[in-house]
């Protein structure tokens, strides 16, 4: 009995690579806090994370207001680890500061809801 030819690759010309995962942060207008397009992932999260420290410097400055806005509704996913950095960014603001996440992956409110019951400064906005 022969040995079994080894596995040959396959030519991968004309296979689209899958692009490496991106997001943008972008101020708002009008309005304290920022819009994010993307998605929070391992590549990611760094950007994520940088975006969140200066959510927590600026909420002393937002003029009187104590809402900061991060629209997410060009956001595909957040993974867990995205997630914590969102919770803990809500835990470190201070003063009566909440978080509005405005229009975020379905699944993120889920995750904050099942891996930190109670959180409070986080409130989500659907509409």
Same mark, same amino acid.
């Given at each position: 009995?022969?040995?079994?030819?080894?596995? *040959?690759? =396959?030519?991968?010309?004309?296979?689209?690579?899958?692009?490496?995962?991106?997001? &943008? !942060? +972008?101020? #708002?207008?009008?309005?304290?806090?920022?819009?994010?397009?993307?998605?929070v992932s391992l590549?990611?999260?760094?950007?994520?994370? *940088?975006? =969140?420290?200066?959510?927590?410097?600026?909420?002393?400055?937002?003029?009187?207001? &104590? !809402? +900061?806005? #991060?629209?997410?509704?060009?956001?595909?996913?957040?993974?867990?680890?995205?997630?914590?950095?969102?919770?803990?960014?809500?835990?470190?603001?201070?003063?009566?500061?909440?978080?509005?996440l405005d229009r975020?992956?379905?699944?993120?409110?889920?995750? #904050?809801?099942?891996?930190?019951?109670?959180?409070?400064?986080?409130?989500?906005?659907?509409?």
């Amino acid at each position: 009995m022969s040995a079994p030819e080894p596995a *040959r690759l =396959l030519p991968t010309a004309g296979v689209p690579q899958q692009a490496a995962p991106r997001l &943008d !942060v +972008y101020p #708002l207008t009008g309005r304290s806090g920022f819009r994010a397009v993307g998605e929070v992932s391992l590549p990611t999260r760094d950007r994520w994370e *940088r975006a =969140l420290e200066r959510v927590v410097r600026e909420a002393g400055d937002v003029g009187g207001e &104590d !809402v +900061y806005y #991060l629209e997410l509704s060009a956001v595909t996913f957040v993974d867990v680890a995205g997630a914590g950095a969102l919770a803990d960014t809500a835990k470190n603001l201070g003063g009566g500061c909440r978080l509005v996440l405005d229009r975020p992956p379905d699944s993120l409110p889920r995750i #904050l809801g099942l891996l930190w019951p109670g959180l409070s400064g986080i409130e989500v906005s659907t509409s």
